[in-house]
Protein backbone atom coordinates (compact mmCIF):
# COMPACT_ATOMS: atom_id res chain seq x y z
CA UNK A 1 0.00 0.00 0.00
CA UNK A 2 1.81 3.52 -1.28
CA UNK A 3 1.42 5.36 1.30
CA UNK A 4 -0.44 9.54 1.27
CA UNK A 5 1.24 12.35 1.33
CA UNK A 6 0.31 16.43 1.45
CA UNK A 7 -0.28 17.07 -1.79
CA UNK A 8 -1.35 13.51 -3.11
CA UNK A 9 -4.88 12.97 -4.70
CA UNK A 10 -7.89 11.52 -2.18
CA UNK A 11 -8.30 8.03 -3.24
CA UNK A 12 -11.60 8.36 -4.41
CA UNK A 13 -14.32 5.49 -3.54
CA UNK A 14 -17.78 4.89 -3.42
CA UNK A 15 -19.27 3.26 -0.67
CA UNK A 16 -22.82 2.79 1.32
CA UNK A 17 -23.41 5.17 4.21
CA UNK A 18 -25.99 6.37 6.49
CA UNK A 19 -27.43 8.65 3.62
CA UNK A 20 -27.24 5.73 0.99
CA UNK A 21 -24.57 5.57 -1.54
CA UNK A 22 -21.62 8.29 -2.08
CA UNK A 23 -19.01 8.48 -4.49
CA UNK A 24 -16.53 10.52 -2.58
CA UNK A 25 -15.21 12.80 -5.20
CA UNK A 26 -18.77 13.39 -6.33
CA UNK A 27 -19.68 13.96 -2.81
CA UNK A 28 -17.28 16.89 -2.33
CA UNK A 29 -17.91 18.13 -5.74
CA UNK A 30 -16.04 21.70 -5.67
CA UNK A 31 -15.82 22.24 -2.08
CA UNK A 32 -13.26 21.65 0.28
CA UNK A 33 -13.94 18.22 2.90
CA UNK A 34 -12.81 16.50 5.75
CA UNK A 35 -12.79 13.05 6.08
CA UNK A 36 -12.25 11.65 9.66
CA UNK A 37 -12.51 8.19 10.63
CA UNK A 38 -14.11 6.14 13.83
CA UNK A 39 -12.47 3.01 15.62
CA UNK A 40 -16.32 2.08 15.86
CA UNK A 41 -19.79 2.83 16.16
CA UNK A 42 -21.68 3.09 19.92
CA UNK A 43 -18.10 4.12 21.74
CA UNK A 44 -18.11 7.17 23.89
CA UNK A 45 -15.20 9.46 22.44
CA UNK A 46 -16.62 9.14 19.18
CA UNK A 47 -20.12 10.10 20.52
CA UNK A 48 -18.94 13.21 21.36
CA UNK A 49 -17.29 14.00 18.28
CA UNK A 50 -20.05 13.51 15.42
CA UNK A 51 -22.42 15.50 18.19
CA UNK A 52 -19.80 18.21 17.69
CA UNK A 53 -19.51 18.21 14.14
CA UNK A 54 -22.83 18.46 13.69
CA UNK A 55 -23.43 21.64 15.61
CA UNK A 56 -20.17 22.84 13.92
CA UNK A 57 -22.32 22.67 10.21
CA UNK A 58 -22.56 26.41 10.07
CA UNK A 59 -19.22 26.97 10.51
CA UNK A 60 -18.06 24.15 7.91
CA UNK A 61 -20.61 25.61 5.57
CA UNK A 62 -19.30 29.34 5.60
CA UNK A 63 -16.06 27.91 4.51
CA UNK A 64 -17.73 25.96 1.82
CA UNK A 65 -16.46 22.85 3.47
CA UNK A 66 -18.53 19.05 3.71
CA UNK A 67 -17.68 16.91 5.73
CA UNK A 68 -18.12 13.05 6.09
CA UNK A 69 -17.16 10.38 9.00
CA UNK A 70 -16.16 6.59 8.76
CA UNK A 71 -16.51 3.64 10.66
CA UNK A 72 -15.86 0.19 10.06
CA UNK A 73 -19.26 -0.68 11.41
CA UNK A 74 -22.58 -1.26 9.09
CA UNK A 75 -25.27 1.74 7.70
CA UNK A 76 -28.15 -0.55 10.13
CA UNK A 77 -25.53 -0.24 13.18
CA UNK A 78 -24.73 3.70 11.93
CA UNK A 79 -28.05 4.67 11.91
CA UNK A 80 -29.38 3.25 15.45
CA UNK A 81 -25.75 5.03 16.43
CA UNK A 82 -27.12 8.74 15.07
CA UNK A 83 -30.29 8.38 17.31
CA UNK A 84 -28.07 8.08 20.21
CA UNK A 85 -25.84 10.77 19.33
CA UNK A 86 -28.61 13.43 18.41
CA UNK A 87 -30.27 12.06 21.72
CA UNK A 88 -27.32 12.57 24.10
CA UNK A 89 -25.89 15.61 22.12
CA UNK A 90 -28.95 17.40 21.88
CA UNK A 91 -28.17 17.80 17.94
CA UNK A 92 -28.88 16.43 14.81
CA UNK A 93 -26.67 14.49 12.72
CA UNK A 94 -26.76 15.93 9.55
CA UNK A 95 -23.80 14.61 7.52
CA UNK A 96 -22.77 11.28 5.85
CA UNK A 97 -21.37 8.46 7.86
CA UNK A 98 -19.32 5.41 5.43
CA UNK A 99 -19.91 1.80 6.19
CA UNK A 100 -16.43 0.22 5.86
CA UNK A 101 -17.16 -3.37 6.85
CA UNK A 102 -14.40 -4.97 4.90
CA UNK A 103 -12.17 -2.23 5.85
CA UNK A 104 -11.29 -1.23 1.79
CA UNK A 105 -10.98 2.56 2.35
CA UNK A 106 -9.57 1.80 6.09
CA UNK A 107 -6.79 0.52 4.34
CA UNK A 108 -6.85 2.94 1.07
CA UNK A 109 -6.56 5.81 3.41
CA UNK A 110 -3.86 3.83 5.97
CA UNK A 111 -6.41 4.42 9.13
CA UNK A 112 -5.86 1.13 11.02
CA UNK A 113 -2.45 0.89 12.83
CA UNK A 114 -1.63 -2.57 13.74
CA UNK A 115 0.58 -1.33 17.09
CA UNK A 116 -2.66 -0.07 18.19
CA UNK A 117 -5.20 -2.25 17.34
CA UNK A 118 -5.35 -4.72 14.85
CA UNK A 119 -9.04 -3.53 13.50
CA UNK A 120 -10.23 -0.89 14.84
CA UNK A 121 -9.54 2.96 12.80
CA UNK A 122 -7.38 5.27 14.87
CA UNK A 123 -8.89 8.84 14.65
CA UNK A 124 -7.27 9.98 11.40
CA UNK A 125 -8.38 13.17 10.03
CA UNK A 126 -8.44 14.45 5.88
CA UNK A 127 -8.32 18.01 4.82
CA UNK A 128 -9.04 17.44 1.00
CA UNK A 129 -9.02 21.22 -1.23
CA UNK A 130 -11.69 21.60 -4.16
CA UNK A 131 -8.86 20.13 -6.79
CA UNK A 132 -8.90 16.81 -4.64
CA UNK A 133 -5.42 17.29 -3.03
CA UNK A 134 -4.59 16.20 0.69
CA UNK A 135 -3.74 19.38 2.55
CA UNK A 136 -3.53 18.16 5.83
CA UNK A 137 -3.26 14.71 7.47
CA UNK A 138 -3.88 14.18 11.38
CA UNK A 139 -3.61 11.82 13.23
CA UNK A 140 -4.85 10.79 16.71
CA UNK A 141 -5.16 7.75 19.17
CA UNK A 142 -8.67 6.24 19.37
CA UNK A 143 -8.65 7.59 23.58
CA UNK A 144 -8.29 11.23 22.40
CA UNK A 145 -11.20 13.08 21.03
CA UNK A 146 -10.18 15.74 18.32
CA UNK A 147 -10.65 19.59 18.76
CA UNK A 148 -13.08 20.89 15.71
CA UNK A 149 -11.91 24.42 16.54
CA UNK A 150 -8.22 23.45 15.45
CA UNK A 151 -9.81 21.97 12.35
CA UNK A 152 -11.56 25.18 11.54
CA UNK A 153 -9.02 27.34 12.43
CA UNK A 154 -6.63 25.24 9.91
CA UNK A 155 -9.18 25.33 7.14
CA UNK A 156 -9.78 29.12 7.82
CA UNK A 157 -5.27 28.98 7.25
CA UNK A 158 -5.66 26.86 4.18
CA UNK A 159 -7.98 28.68 2.40
CA UNK A 160 -6.09 31.72 3.26
CA UNK A 161 -2.67 31.15 2.60
CA UNK A 162 -3.97 28.61 -0.90
CA UNK A 163 -5.19 32.25 -2.58
CA UNK A 164 -2.49 34.61 -0.94
CA UNK A 165 0.84 35.04 -0.93
CA UNK A 166 1.28 34.71 2.71
CA UNK A 167 1.55 32.13 5.88
CA UNK A 168 0.35 31.51 9.24
CA UNK A 169 2.07 31.81 12.45
CA UNK A 170 1.78 30.07 15.49
CA UNK A 171 -1.87 30.02 17.29
CA UNK A 172 -3.15 32.24 14.57
CA UNK A 173 -6.72 32.54 14.28
CA UNK A 174 -8.80 34.41 11.59
CA UNK A 175 -8.70 38.19 11.82
CA UNK A 176 -5.09 37.89 13.37
CA UNK A 177 -1.99 39.07 11.55
CA UNK A 178 -0.18 37.00 9.38
CA UNK A 179 3.32 36.53 7.61
CA UNK A 180 4.53 37.27 4.37
CA UNK A 181 6.24 34.66 2.28
CA UNK A 182 9.82 34.68 2.49
CA UNK A 183 9.86 34.15 -2.10
CA UNK A 184 8.56 38.02 -2.11
CA UNK A 185 10.90 40.96 -2.16
CA UNK A 186 10.40 43.70 0.47
CA UNK A 187 10.23 46.18 -2.93
CA UNK A 188 6.76 43.53 -4.37
CA UNK A 189 5.37 43.48 -0.99
CA UNK A 190 4.90 47.06 -0.83
CA UNK A 191 2.63 46.60 -3.60
CA UNK A 192 0.88 43.69 -2.80
CA UNK A 193 0.14 44.12 0.66
CA UNK A 194 -1.77 47.32 0.94
CA UNK A 195 -2.66 46.85 4.29
CA UNK A 196 1.28 48.28 4.70
CA UNK A 197 3.68 45.47 6.80
CA UNK A 198 6.18 45.24 9.35
CA UNK A 199 9.91 44.04 8.94
CA UNK A 200 10.77 42.47 11.92
CA UNK A 201 13.59 40.73 10.42
CA UNK A 202 14.24 40.56 6.63
CA UNK A 203 12.29 36.70 6.49
CA UNK A 204 9.82 37.54 8.76
CA UNK A 205 7.15 40.47 8.25
CA UNK A 206 3.96 40.83 8.86
CA UNK A 207 0.74 42.38 7.58
CA UNK A 208 -2.89 42.38 8.25
CA UNK A 209 -4.70 39.39 7.15
CA UNK A 210 -5.55 39.84 3.28
CA UNK A 211 -8.60 38.70 2.26
CA UNK A 212 -10.45 40.53 5.29
CA UNK A 213 -11.44 44.71 5.79
Not at 123 to 133: E, G, L, N, W
Not at 163 to 191: C, F, L, M, Q, R
Request: a negative charge; glycine letters at 4%.
Amino acid sequence: MATLRLGDVAPDFTAQSSQGEINFHEFLGDSWGILFSHPADYTPVCTTELGTVAKYKDEFEKRNTKVIALSVDGVESHKGWINDINETQNTSVNFPIIADEDRKIAQLYDMIHPNADATLTVRSVYVIAPDKTIKLMITYPASTGRNFDELLRVIDSLQLTAYHKVATPANWKHGEEVVISPAISSEDAKNIFIKGFKEVKPYLRLTPQPNID
